[in-house]
């Protein structure tokens, strides 16, 4: 391991790293003109939750700018050293954050499969407790491509799949698998919440794929849709 890397993952360094991407978040949240599709959703939220926000990985720190004053809302992110930055500044934006495996595969059945329990039962019980989840829906590095995990989640908590897209007109994108992209304060921004989707607890194979194509689906028109609302395309576009 080099020396920077040791001495970027120090507990006081990542302390001090996560402080500052708390306090850089808060500045691009207040700093942008935001415009929220539906309008007035508030009510429609209220009604709907608690539910599953689903975002494409590259969303996973602006999503918190999602969050409403009174709302309640975990997202899972793993214990890696390069996960406690990312832990600490969304902390510091009322995010409660589940340090562990998210589910994943679509061989996940039931909540005892190996790989990634221990986050689906973390989560199942946040949902329970009235808290809304932040899932991040992508195949594990593959961008844009709908993973099984969410609907796995959705499946065994009885709650809805809403998905949601965060965007601003000025932003850096970084050239990496999930395309992750950090909003540039003093410009607009984009807020879309798109159509609920269920997943029933006894959906059948081909039923649960036709559902994970429409989360997909879904997912990319909130995605497009964001962009256009805040007067630019989106410069990298999903898979083929």
């Known amino acids: 391991m080099s020396v920077l890397k040791r001495i970027g993952r120090a507990p006081a360094v990542q302390q001090a790293l996560g402080r500052v991407a708390g306090g850089y978040l808060r500045l691009v949240r207040a700093t942008n003109r935001f415009a929220v599709e539906p309008a007035d959703p508030d009510p429609w939220l209220d009604d709907l939750g608690p539910f599953i926000a689903g975002m494409w990985h590259g969303q996973h720190t602006m999503i918190s ?8 809302i975990a997202t899972i992110i793993s214990r890696s050293a390069d996960g406690n930055i990312n832990t600490i500044a969304l ?4 995010v409660r954050v589940i340090r562990a495996s998210g589910a994943r595969g679509r061989a996940v059945r039931d909540v005892k499969a190996k790989g ?9 019980r946040a949902l329970k407790n009235g808290e809304s989840v932040a899932f991040s829906a992508d195949v594990p590095k593959v961008s844009r491509r709908c993973d099984a995990g969410i609907l796995t989640l959705a499946r065994f908590s009885g709650r809805p ?15 990496s698998w999930d395309r992750a992209c950090f909003g540039l304060p003093f410009g607009r921004g984009a ?4 159509t609920p989707i269920r997943v029933p607890r006894d959906a059948e194979p081909e039923a649960f ?6 989360v997909e689906a879904e997912m990319n028109r909130v995605h497009d849709r964001a962009y256009t609302l805040v007067g630019r395309p989106d410069r990298v576009g999903p898979p083929a």
């Open 91 to 94: 902390e510091r934006m009322g």
């Open 65 to 72: 700018f999602m969050r409403r004053p009174h709302d309640r």
């Open 116 to 124: 990634g329990a221990e986050g689906l039962r973390a989560m199942l």
């Open 209 to 214: 794929e036709v559902l994970r194509l429409a």
């Open 161 to 175: 799949i809403v998905p949601v897209a965060v965007v601003t007109s000025r932003h850096l994108r970084l050239n």
């Open 191 to 194: 807020m879309v919440f798109g």
